[in-house]
C-alpha cells in the first residue's frame, strides 16, 4: 500500500533544518516558559514538551497530564511558536487537540504495538495537523511502515517519523542503537516521507547530540527534534541527554547542510553505512573475544592446552565454504579468520599464563 502524503509544512530554511526543541518533560510552569522564550530568543520555532511521559517502570515522574496543557498553549501565545507533544491514547489527543496542539508525535512504544496505532489512528480521523511517528523500540520496518498505514488510512496525510534509534539489550556507546539502515531502507520504500532525527535518545548523553545531530543531516534526515531544557542538571527526567537553548544554538550553528539533491545513493550515505556495518563486527569481535577468555579460562582449570589443532582447521573449513557461498574469495577469509585466531590464541595465553 502507498501512503499519500501532504507537505508537513514545518518551518525550516536552508541554514537550518526542521527543529523541533523543548524540555522532554513539562514539569512547571515557570520551567516550560523558561525554556520557552530562550528557545525563542534563538529562533527556534516548534517548541516541544512530554506532557504524558510512558516510564519503564511505575513510580518515576510520569508527566503531568493535561495540567500541563495550558502552559503550552502559553507558550504558543506568548512567543508564536508551534506547539507539540506525545500522544499515546485517544483521551491523549482529544485533549492535545481541545489545546490547539500544532503537532503531535507517538512513541516508540505505542508504535510497537497495532492494537495501540489502531485506537489512535480511529481517533485522529480527518486529522489536518502533522503527525510524526517514532520507530518501534525494535528494530521492525514492517511494523514502523503498518503503524504509518494505519494513520494514513484514517485520512492523516501530513505524516513524518522520527528516527529514535533501537532498544538493545547490550547497551555501548548509545542508548538506542541507531541502525542507521532501517530509516535509510524507509526512504527508499517511502520516498516523500520525512525523516526526523531524534539524537537525544539514540545518544542518550550530551556530548553525543552535536554528532548525531550532523550524522542525520548527512544522511539527507529532513529534521531534528532535541530535548532542550533551561537547567539540564535538574531534569526530573532523561536530564543526561538534554542541552540548554544556548548549546543546542551552537550545535545547530555548526551544522553542515547538504545539497537538497542529496540522495541514499550518494557515497556519503554509502559510507555512513559501512560505519554502521563496521560498529557491528566490532561489537561481534568482542562479543567472540569474550567467549575465548572464558574458554582460556576451562582449559587453564582443566589443564587443557591452549591450540586444539582440530578446531582450528574445522574453523577454517567451515569459514571457507561459508565465504564462497556468500561471494567472497575462500582464501581472504581464511586469512581473516588465521588473524582472528591469532588474537585469541593470545589473549588465552595471558589468562593460563596467570599467576
Known sequence: ME??????????????????????????????????????DKGCRIFRAGVWKPRTKPGGFEGNGEKALPWLKEVKEETGMMISTEVATPDHVELAMRYDMDVLWVGARTS???????????????????VLVKNPVNPDLELWIGGLQRLNQAGIKRLGVIHRGFSSYDKKIYRNLPMWQ????LRRRIPGLPIICDPSHIGGRRD???????????????????????????????????????ILDYILSLLVIRDDTFTTEDIRSLRA?????????MELLAKRFRLCREIGTFKKEHNMTILQTGRYNEILEKRGTQAGLCGMNPKFAAHIFELIHEESVRQQLAIVTQS
Open 208 to 246: 553525543l547530540i552535536a554528532p548525531l545531530c550532523q550524522q542525520a543531516m548527512d544522511l539527507g534526515f529532513d529534521g531534528l527534534i532535541v530535548e532542550s531544557h533551561c537547567n539540564p542538571k535538574e531534569a526530573w527526567s532523561d536530564a543526561k541527554q538534554q542541552v540548554t537553548p544556548d
Open 182 to 185: 532501517i530509516p535509510i531502507e
Open 3 to 40: 501512503l499519500e502524503l501532504e507537505p508537513l509544512c514545518l518551518p525550516c530554511d536552508k541554514k537550518r533544518p526542521i527543529v523541533i526543541a523543548g524540555p522532554c518533560s513539562a514539569e512547571t510552569e515557570e520551567q516550560v516558559m523558561s525554556t520557552a522564550r530562550m528557545l525563542a
Open 273 to 281: 553505512q559501512i560505519d554502521e556495518l563496521d560498529n557491528s563486527l
Open 112 to 130: 510497537a504495538n497495532p492494537f495501540a496505532m489502531q485506537a489512535l489512528a480511529d481517533s485522529m480521523q480527518g486529522l489536518q495537523i502533522p
